[in-house]
């Protein structure tokens, strides 16, 4: 069956640190992948979109890596700062429909 | 922010009673999903719609069903809600799916649902 992983364990880290988080995946070949943030209480808002055919993506802190040989897919926030502390989830395309996969979120603690 | 307004955001009712959920959009986006969040699952996708009158099940539909007469609303209805139906539910819209499989999905605050 279709499965993807994150780590379900909290990542407690210093500011200013680099914090990586994973998603791996099985019997999927995803065309794209997402990753989204959400906070207590509120809906997940989309942060990066990377394709099969691309390795890395970036946008201002945050970095995204996608190999689809293992089969992951690697979210880095770099200079990490207080108000980064949240749950970051991954996502895969499906099917047709623009359908999405979630994995259950790692939570991240920033602490200052 | 997405112009994506769900209600009621809480709801507490009895087993065995009918609940509709409502998601109301001002994008105009094409697609509209109602996902359930829990704990130890994360977000599971219940049904989406790919225009009016077009709906489609995803993972977790039995027990549930949806409407969509008005490009700007998708209804969700449990008929005769259990208890196992207690969740955080969540509506998104996307702008495009098909071919365009790439497209963001924007999601509204949810509706914590609690069934007695």
């Known amino acids: 069956s279709q499965k993807i992983e994150q780590n379900s364990e909290a990542l407690n880290i210093q500011e200013g640190k680099t914090a990586t988080l994973t998603c791996n995946y099985t019997n999927y070949s995803p065309a794209y992948l997402q990753w989204y943030r959400q906070d207590p209480g509120r809906g997940p808002v989309f942060l990066l979109l990377i394709r099969e055919n691309e390795k890395e993506k970036r946008k201002e802190r945050l970095k995204v890596t996608f190999d689809t040989t293992l089969k992951q897919s690697l979210f880095h926030i770099t200079a990490s700062q207080p108000a980064d502390s949240a749950t970051y989830l991954c996502?895969?395309?499906?099917?047709?429909?623009?359908?999405?996969?979630f994995g259950g979120g790692t939570r991240v603690l920033v602490k200052p | 922010d997405a112009g994506i307004t769900q209600s009621p955001r809480h709801k507490v009712t009895e087993t065995g009673t009918p609940v509709t959920l409502r998601c109301h959009q001002t994008?105009?986006?094409?697609?509209m999903y109602w996902y359930r969040q829990d704990p130890g699952h994360g977000l599971r996708l219940i049904h989406y719609s790919y225009g009016v009158k077009d709906t489609d099940k995803g993972e977790v539909s039995d027990g549930y069903s949806v409407s969509r007469s008005k490009t700007e609303d998708f209804l969700l209805t449990l008929e005769s809600a259990t208890s196992s139906q207690t969740s955080v539910y969540f509506c998104a819209i996307s702008e495009s799916g098909g071919a365009a499989r790439n497209q963001p999905q924007h999601f509204g605050d949810g509706t914590r649902l609690s069934i007695l």
């Open positions: 994008e105009n986006h094409r697609y």
């Open positions: 996502a895969l395309d499906v099917a047709a429909g623009n359908k999405l996969t």
